[in-house]
């Protein structure tokens, strides 16, 4: 096929977890023949050494993490990676409300997208709380000439437009420590953007955030959260229980190391112990011990029960606030790799008293069985993100990179920004 009938570009995402560092890159295609379309060619993850609770305590530790991870995806796709869009997680995330207003600059009235782009950045003009910069700026709606509701106003007519925002911050610290890592690591970046965000674009759709939908990402140390509603993000929000936990209570309740909690946790986990008979039993032996021990499945169960309840109960405190509790009609969608336990999702039925479902991405080709690891909903998100941002759709998305560190980093690698 013809250079000038076929375009394709690399989309690499970057999550930087506690327990992992992940990688997936995608190839976005596009031809006069055929709609648009992004595939996913190559995925992988690497054990993360230098992250705890979300943030970088060893730069040293985390840049070879990442290189590794660099290294193995670049043998799979056959192509050096270049840039990355990069995930930001950790428990130090700001969510507040901000509302600008101008007045439209056209002798016309007529609205044109610089008019949105002046509205978002008088949104920002509001004290930033101290050692935190701005993330993301998300518009949830407009208002023209006092007219409420209105999704996208370019094109009408009015005198004074008013955008109502929820903007994201992130600690100023963790920032400068990620970007310090990707560029010792001999990669550029394209923009920084919230984990769970990325997470939520890439495992939902249209119909379930207008309806109404929190996705949940289950990590290591963290659970974070986001809530849509009428097709925007109405909250967010990270609560600092997640997996690790539960494997920490395994390993002091059943008294055995870290690494068997966490093996016992994968292969014999269940959210739900009242349907496990109580004569199942697991040897030890079989899970790495160095001698035999008989527990069973049913007290297994009821440790990692208790820990999910927790869990359930935070993330529903969390919608009682917004006033969003057992009233999201399109339910809870699970992601992130402490999702997997066995039961998450009849066990969240109960505990949130709503629809529930594991998140697998959707929009995305692939013949990599990644892909459909919830564990990398994030990372794909990513490449999701970054390939519409790249078609010129990023209004719609976030309006990211607009604090202190964000402008510097977008003036040096102005020209490698798709």
């Known amino acids: 096929m013809g250079r000038d009938r076929l375009h394709t570009e690399l989309i690499a995402g970057l999550d930087i977890g506690s327990s992992a560092v992940r990688i997936a890159v995608g190839q976005f295609t596009s031809s006069k023949e055929s709609r ?28 070879s993490c990442v290189s590794q991870a660099l290294e193995h995806i670049e043998k799979m796709i056959g192509v050096p990676i270049e840039h990355v869009w990069v995930g930001v997680s950790g428990n130090q995330i700001i969510v507040q409300e901000s509302k600008g207003v101008i007045a439209v600059s056209r002798t016309t009235g007529e609205i044109a997208p610089e008019d ?22 998300l518009p949830r709606s407009f208002a023209v000439d006092g007219q409420t509701g209105i999704k996208d106003p370019v094109g009408m ?9 929820k903007i994201i911050y992130s600690v100023s610290s963790h920032i400068k420590n990620l970007t310090k890592v990707i560029y010792r690591a001999g990669v550029d970046i394209d923009d920084f953007v919230l984990s769970i965000l990325a997470a939520g674009y890439v495992v939902t759709n249209g119909r379930q955030k207008d309806l109404g939908c929190v996705v949940i990402n289950i990590g290591g140390p963290t659970t974070s959260i986001v809530v849509y509603e009428d097709g925007d993000v109405l909250h967010s929000a990270v609560i600092p229980i997640g997996s690790a936990h539960i494997t920490n209570d395994l390993a002091l ?41 008989v527990v069973t499945r049913y007290y297994i169960a009821q440790i990692i029960e208790a820990r999910v309840a927790e869990i359930l109960e935070k ?19 699970f992601v992130g790799s402490g999702s997997k336990i066995s039961g998450l999702v009849d066990s969240a039925k109960e505990g949130l008293s709503l629809p529930a479902q ?15 690891d919830i564990a990398f909903a994030p990372a794909v998100g990513l490449v999701k993100w970054g ?23 977008k003036g040096i690698f102005k020209s490698l920004v798709p």
């Open 36 to 63: 648009s379309n992004l595939q996913i060619i190559g995925a992988v993850s690497v054990a993360a050494e230098g992250v705890q609770k979300g943030q970088i305590t060893s730069i040293e530790d985390t840049v």
């Open 116 to 137: 949105i782009e002046r509205a978002v950045d008088a949104a920002k003009a509001i004290s930033t709380p101290l050692n935190y910069e701005i993330l993301h700026v």
């Open 157 to 165: 007519t009015g005198i004074r437009l008013e955008v109502d925002t």
């Open 253 to 293: 309740g059943l008294r055995v190391s870290i690494d068997i909690a966490e093996r016992l946790k994968t292969q014999y986990g269940e959210c739900v112990s009242k349907d496990i008979s109580k004569k199942e039993v697991v040897d030890l032996l079989d899970v790495g011990s160095d001698k035999s021990e």
């Open 315 to 333: 993330i529903d405190e969390e919608l009682v606030r917004i006033e969003r509790s057992g009233i999201l009609p399109a339910g809870a969608i």
């Open 358 to 372: 594991l998140g697998y991405p959707l929009g995305v080709d692939s013949i990599i069985d990644k892909v459909n």
């Open 387 to 409: 390939s519409f941002s790249s078609q010129n759709t990023r209004r719609h998305l976030s309006f990211s990179l607009k604090g202190k560190v964000g402008e510097k980093v």
